[in-house]
């Protein structure tokens, strides 16, 4: 509680101007704006990407075995580690104000995990616009989704001039595409083995997908180079929304994958719900809905699951320890689900351009998902950003922070929500808002600096409109250590090996 005349105080700004709106509305409905102001290619307002990585910028031209693709004609074969590298070192060469490639770090065996940004602005984070971005083949042996990822940065690319959707997309949204998350993995792996273990692990016999700090059980396995690489690079780019490709089944999963439950009841498979479960279901639907077939619910063979409208929540379909997806959610604030694209892991190459074909409107809207909900500023009176204030969407106990410039967003469906915010040295504030179908809520919100006694005290109060503390909510650290459902044995993960190995 607050005393009225510091209440009196408090600036919202809560501002979606009419012209805005309109424009926004054309936005959501996948049309282009012709007002370069709010829509024009590149930014050029844009904060840097402050040098986080290196860009790779070997030119092609010195390169005498490089790939020259034609425009549109990726080939639908497999692409090995460095024919992946060639084709992604070309397209940067042949698109250069389309894309960019770094890497966020390398293999247990020394190959390099790249990442090609695909955007009107591909070096520099676009201010107020959202980063997102796709992992493909954490199994090594899930092969499809690393090669539909080449093939739709192959689309992105060629369509950018000719398909406003496309445009608009680009130059409203930076798009990282990490194709191959285990390429030791994938090295291990052959083409035509639709079921099975080989190739799954990285070189080290380590599961990536099962790697991650859990919310839920302590996680005991060893960090590997791959998944310390995507922890880091989550940590420096705020994600708004994430797929990561699996095969071996076909069904979007959906946050928690794990489960708070003792260990013997998480073998009955029961959904682990998140706060966020309406949005989930959404995202999931929007890929399952646009896919070709995903949405039948088809089981991939008599004796695997059906999943009725082609997703299913993590847990409900069988709970795991140290899963990315969880991880994205709870310690990022970013949307990740698991897209299982193909009921055999590793098809021969001739059934690649159906995948693609199935596949590539889902690829799309699903990322266009990151404009749907509430964006905005956090600054103080005098305009600057607060950097890593601590948001929290009311009724939502999962928290987010803002960005460097003050920025946040968060994917939410239509209806009438509160944001609580709360930064150290300001007076914590609530403000309601609305979401509508249409176009995303511009929402900037102004905090006052907490009162300094002349002692030097912080009068702040201790955050009162929270039912928690969000810096010792589990969404800013690991768990606490005193949780009694904890597993410590490590079977869930062997009866995962055992039994489901998508
Ligand atoms: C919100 O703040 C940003 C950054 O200061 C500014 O560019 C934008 O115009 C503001 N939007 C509204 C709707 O006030
Ligand atoms: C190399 O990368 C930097 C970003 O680090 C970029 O600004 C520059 O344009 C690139 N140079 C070439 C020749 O592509
Ligand atoms: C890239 O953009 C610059 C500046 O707008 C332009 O001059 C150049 O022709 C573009 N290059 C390509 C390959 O489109
Ligand atoms: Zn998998």
């Keep these: 509680m607050q005393p009225v005349w510091l209440s009196a105080l408090l600036l919202v700004w809560c501002v979606v101007s009419p012209a805005a709106s309109a424009q926004q509305a054309e936005r959501r409905n996948f049309e282009p704006s012709s007002d370069p102001q709010l829509f024009g290619a590149g930014d050029r307002s844009a904060a840097p990407d402050g040098g986080l990585y290196s860009f790779d910028n070997l030119s092609v031209a010195q390169d005498p075995r490089a790939y020259r693709p034609d425009v549109g004609a990726l080939d639908f074969v497999y692409h090995n580690h460095d024919e992946m590298t060639r084709y992604l070192r070309a397209t940067t060469a042949r698109y250069p104000n389309l894309t960019a490639l770094y890497s966020i770090g390398k293999s247990a065996q020394g190959r390099d995990l790249w990442v090609l940004v695909v955007s009107a602005s591909p070096y520099e984070h676009m201010l107020g616009k959202p980063d997102v971005k796709y992992i493909g083949n954490i199994h090594g042996n ?103 490709l699996h095969g071996g089944a076909l069904v979007v999963s959906y946050p928690y994958d794990n489960t708070p439950n003792a260990i013997f009841h998480s073998y009955l498979s029961q959904p682990s719900l998140t706060p966020d479960d309406d949005v989930f279901k959404h995202l999931s639907l929007t890929y399952a809905n646009n896919h070709g077939k995903m949405s039948r619910g088809v089981a991939c063979k008599t004796a695997s699951p059906s999943f009725e409208n082609g997703i299913t929540n993590g847990a409900a379909w069988y709970p795991l320890t140290g899963g990315m997806q969880d991880f994205n959610y709870v310690w990022h604030g970013c949307m990740e689900v698991t897209l299982e694209v193909s009921c055999c892991k590793f098809p021969p190459a001739y059934e690649l351009r159906k995948y693609w074909d199935d596949n590539q409107m889902s690829m799309i809207k699903f990322l266009a998902e990151a404009h749907r909900g509430v964006q905005g500023f956090i600054m103080d009176p005098t305009g600057n950003p607060v950097e890593r204030a601590q948001l929290k969407i009311k009724g939502r106990d999962i928290g987010f922070t803002t960005t460097k410039y003050g920025e946040f967003w968060r994917i939410l469906l239509p209806g009438v929500y509160k944001l609580e915010v709360y930064a150290d040295g300001y007076v914590p504030k609530d403000v309601d808002f609305m979401i509508v179908e249409q176009h995303p809520t511009l929402l900037n919100v102004t905090l006052q600096p907490s009162k300094v006694a002349e002692h030097g005290v912080v009068l702040t109060p201790p955050n009162p409109d929270l039912n928690r503390p969000l810096a010792s909510a589990p969404s800013f650290g690991p768990v606490a250590s005193s949780d009694d459902t904890r597993d410590n044995t490590g079977t869930n993960s062997n009866r995962d090996r055992l039994v489901f190995t998508s």
């Design 142 to 244: 899930e092969a499809v989704g690393r090669e539909l990822l080449l093939h739709l940065i192959q689309y992105l690319v060629s369509s950018y001039g000719s398909d406003p959707y496309i445009k608009w997309l680009l130059d409203n949204t930076r798009i990282h595409i990490l194709p191959s998350l285990n390429p030791d993995g994938y090295a291990a792996s052959k083409e035509g083995t639709c079921d099975g273990g080989q190739g799954r692990y990285n070189s080290r016999g380590f599961d990536l997908n099962r790697n991650f700090p859990d919310y839920f059980k302590q996680n005991n396995k060893r960090a590997q180079p791959e998944t310390e690489a995507v922890k880091d690079w989550i940590s420096k780019i705020q994600f708004v929304l994430s797929g990561s």
